[in-house]
């Protein structure tokens, strides 16, 4: 009897194997490196660059547009200059706090929606302030506006070096600082201004919708990343990293001088508003902070 051919030979591997298909391999870093960057001239970067330089200047008005209203918050609510300073206190702490867990967040779930979502957050928080009738309440709001700006203010310049081209990339991030600027200038103008006029709640609440029509923009606009990779957001790595900056013996000086210098900056302009608005000057908030934004605007260019 003859053998049929090998070919012609049924295979039973073939016939019975059930393998399951493999999913494809995420991208090497590499391959992400080898993705172009945003280019100088090209509309993705002026998408980027409006949406962020939006971002900043939202997130310092929703920041400091309570700084020119501490002396009416201590009439209206009868407490102390110190105690109505808390609301501003309390989101520069929380802010700080927040930007330690922010970025980690941000290599674990990705760059967009974290900053998408901190500053719808802190839009929402800064309204619902704005209707708020008990001071504890306020607080309670003020310390969750500055933890959710936290998002933005510690992912944007991780964003634009990972998806600008490295040579302009200096120029996007000076424009994301200039928003900044103008932001907390102009948030500590319109709110004084407002006030004047209407009332510090009415203040409050138009530059929180700004801020919601700011986080619209910038959920549209920013390109979604190209380069970035998720990596698994472990508490171990995340307190060895910071124990690593307290080790050096050079960061904590540089800790210790950037408190100092925004601690009393920030204190100066806290208070400067009440001896304004008192004898022999007389100012409205409107009227003393225009000249204090102006002030603090030149002091953060010299800086």
């Known amino acids: 009897m003859e053998t049929p051919p090998a070919e012609t030979m049924p295979s039973r591997i073939d016939s019975t194997s059930h393998s399951p298909v493999v999913p494809p391999a995420a991208p090497t870093r590499r391959a992400l490196n080898k993705l172009p960057y945003i280019e100088r001239g090209q509309p993705q970067f002026i998408r980027v660059t409006l949406a962020l330089f939006s971002a900043g200047l939202a997130t310092f008005a929703l920041l400091y547009c309570v700084q020119p ?46 900053m998408v979502t901190a500053l719808l957050m802190a839009a929402i928080c800064t309204l619902i302030c704005s209707m708020m009738t008990s001071w504890h309440g306020i607080l309670v709001m003020r310390a969750l506006v500055g933890l959710s700006l936290s998002g933005v203010a510690a992912v944007a310049m991780t964003y634009l070096s990972e998806e600008i081209d490295p040579a302009v990339v200096a120029f996007s991030m000076g424009l994301y600082i200039s928003g900044n600027s103008i932001g907390g200038m102009s948030g ?20 929180g919708l700004f801020a919601l029509a700011a986080a619209f923009m910038f959920w549209k606009s920013l390109p979604a990343s190209k380069h970035f990779r998720a990596t698994p957001l472990r508490p171990r790595t995340l307190l060895i990293n910071f124990r690593l900056h307290w080790h050096d013996k050079g960061l904590p000086l540089l800790f210790a001088e950037g408190f100092l210098l925004m601690g009393s900056f920030v204190t100066l ?18 009227f003393g902070r225009s000249i204090i934004s102006g002030l603090s605007d030149r002091v953060i260019q010299f800086t």
């Open 69 to 114: 209203i501490l002396p009416v918050l201590s009439h209206d609510f009868g407490i102390s200059p110190a105690s109505s300073s808390l609301s501003l206190s309390v989101s520069t702490g929380l802010l700080a706090v927040g930007l330690m867990f922010t970025g980690p967040l941000s290599d674990a779930i990705g760059r967009k929606q974290v």
């Open 269 to 286: 302009f806290n208070y400067i508003g009440y001896r304004l608005l008192g004898t022999p000057y007389s100012l409205s908030p409107g």
């Open 188 to 207: 500590r103008l319109v709110s004084g201004v407002l006030t004047d006029f209407f009332s510090w709640r009415i203040a409050v609440a138009i530059i």
